[in-house]
């Protein structure tokens, strides 16, 4: 009997040495399995990483191929028809309102040079170029396959075929249209013509929604101030049109009898108009705000003067007809909006 309940005792031990060992090699096996399992998760990961980074090389490259196979691309511009043969890498910018819409359409990586006047984004690569009297043979020195403007002496134009560097000239635009077209032309000589369109879609549906917003708001007369000499526009302009758009009245039309759209108003005929609203488009170049303003002679007693209406506007985004008009409307929107 003592030898049975011994060896009872002994097999009882030897059971739960079994099982402890069991439980051991379980934790083992699943520490082991985890560590393992660890592993491969990380090694997929860069496997995963490396096959997305291939991915995207050959994405890019496969990009830059479709963009290469639409050359030569031939175009009916307002200087007559321009022609090229090969996608333009150097392209050289001298119009701020050029350089901002390339940078916009995504062909800023093929842009090597500004104008000095070209200052957006800030990325765009500012060269000693002038904007208002650039040199041939500073651009020349320069070497660009493809030179965009909104206006170039015709020496230089001259001097520019016949050293076979194509030229594209977009004047002033006129209208939003104007702009598209301009937009879309963009596209079409760097290869960016869906980037240009979904731009273009971009900005119509952003103005259609701002002009919507300013239809509830009361009609209100404006003047508009281009420097501090009363030049200002009238709503034959594209700066005009943005606001006839929103629905103001501009006194400069009544005033525009040579109809250039650029009209230089009187003091006197500003006062006896007596606006609503005073937009300044000088607060950069001249430093002019509603404290200036009220300093002048008599213009403490404007209604938009006294009530505080005097609309403090970036010189650049109301100059320029690129992608930032759409910034334009929402300027002016915005302060109707609060003054209302």
Same mark, same amino acid.
């Given at each position: 009997?003592k030898i049975?309940?011994?060896?009872?005792?002994?097999?009882?031990v030897?059971f739960v040495?079994s099982l402890?060992?069991s439980?051991?090699?379980?934790d083992m096996?699943?520490?082991?399995?985890?560590e393992r399992?660890?592993?491969?998760s990380?090694?997929?990961?860069?496997e995963?990483?490396?096959v997305?980074e291939?991915?995207?090389?050959?994405?890019?490259?496969?990009?830059?191929?479709?963009m290469?196979?639409?050359?030569?691309v031939?175009?009916?511009t307002v200087t007559?028809e321009?022609?090229?043969?090969?996608?333009?890498?150097?392209i050289l910018?001298?119009s701020p309102?050029?350089?901002?819409?390339l940078?916009?359409i995504?062909?800023?990586?093929q842009?090597?040079?500004?104008?000095?006047q070209?200052?957006y984004?800030?990325?765009?690569?500012?060269s000693d170029?002038?904007?208002?009297?650039?040199?041939?043979?500073?651009i020349?020195a320069?070497e660009?396959?493809?030179?965009?403007?909104s206006?170039l002496?015709e020496d230089?134009e001259?001097?520019?075929a016949n050293?076979g560097?194509?030229?594209?000239?977009?004047?002033?635009?006129?209208?939003?249209?104007?702009?598209?077209?301009?937009?879309?032309?963009?596209?079409?000589?760097?290869?960016?013509?869906?980037e240009a369109?979904?731009?273009i879609?971009e900005?119509?549906?952003t103005?259609?929604?701002? #002009?919507t917003?300013?239809? $509830? *708001?009361?009609p %209100?007369t404006?003047?508009?101030?281009l420097? &501090?000499?009363?030049?200002? !526009?009238?709503s034959?302009t594209?700066i005009g049109?943005?606001?006839?758009?929103i629905?103001?009245?501009?006194?400069?039309?009544?005033?525009?009898?040579a109809g250039s759209?650029?009209p230089?108003l009187?003091?006197?005929?500003? #006062?006896s108009?007596?606006? $609503? *609203?005073?937009? %300044?488009?000088?607060?950069?170049?001249?430093? &002019?705000?509603?404290?200036? !303003?009220?300093e002048?002679?008599?213009?403490?007693?404007?209604?938009?003067?006294?009530?505080g209406k005097v609309?403090?506007?970036?010189?650049?985004?109301?100059s320029?007809?690129?992608?930032r008009?759409?910034?334009?409307?929402a300027?002016?929107?915005?302060?109707l909006e609060q003054?209302?």
């Amino acid at each position: 009997m003592k030898i049975f309940k011994r060896l009872l005792t002994l097999a009882s031990v030897a059971f739960v040495i079994s099982l402890a060992a069991s439980c051991s090699s379980s934790d083992m096996q699943v520490t082991a399995s985890g560590e393992r399992a660890n592993v491969q998760s990380s090694s997929q990961m860069e496997e995963t990483a490396e096959v997305e980074e291939t991915a995207e090389v050959e994405e890019t490259a496969e990009a830059e191929e479709e963009m290469a196979e639409a050359f030569p691309v031939t175009l009916q511009t307002v200087t007559g028809e321009l022609i090229l043969e090969t996608r333009p890498t150097r392209i050289l910018s001298i119009s701020p309102t050029a350089t901002e819409i390339l940078f916009a359409i995504g062909a800023g990586e093929q842009v090597f040079a500004v104008d000095d006047q070209s200052n957006y984004p800030p990325e765009a690569p500012t060269s000693d170029i002038s904007g208002w009297s650039p040199n041939l043979e500073a651009i020349l020195a320069l070497e660009p396959d493809l030179v965009v403007h909104s206006y170039l002496p015709e020496d230089i134009e001259q001097g520019l075929a016949n050293v076979g560097i194509p030229s594209l000239t977009q004047f002033s635009a006129v209208t939003l249209e104007d702009t598209y077209s301009q937009i879309s032309q963009l596209g079409q000589v760097t290869g960016t013509s869906e980037e240009a369109e979904r731009k273009i879609q971009e900005m119509k549906q952003t103005i259609n929604e701002f #002009v919507t917003r300013a239809s $509830d *708001l009361e009609p %209100l007369t404006f003047y508009h101030e281009l420097d &501090q000499t009363y030049f200002s !526009v009238t709503s034959t302009t594209f700066i005009g049109q943005v606001y006839a758009m929103i629905g103001l009245t501009n006194i400069a039309d009544a005033a525009d009898e040579a109809g250039s759209g650029y009209p230089q108003l009187s003091e006197e005929y500003i #006062v006896s108009q007596d606006p $609503d *609203l005073i937009f %300044l488009a000088d607060t950069k170049c001249c430093g &002019q705000s509603i404290e200036t !303003v009220s300093e002048r002679n008599g213009w403490d007693a404007l209604t938009a003067v006294s009530e505080g209406k005097v609309i403090e506007l970036d010189d650049d985004i109301a100059s320029r007809w690129g992608p930032r008009v759409v910034d334009f409307f929402a300027a002016v929107v915005v302060a109707l909006e609060q003054i209302e």
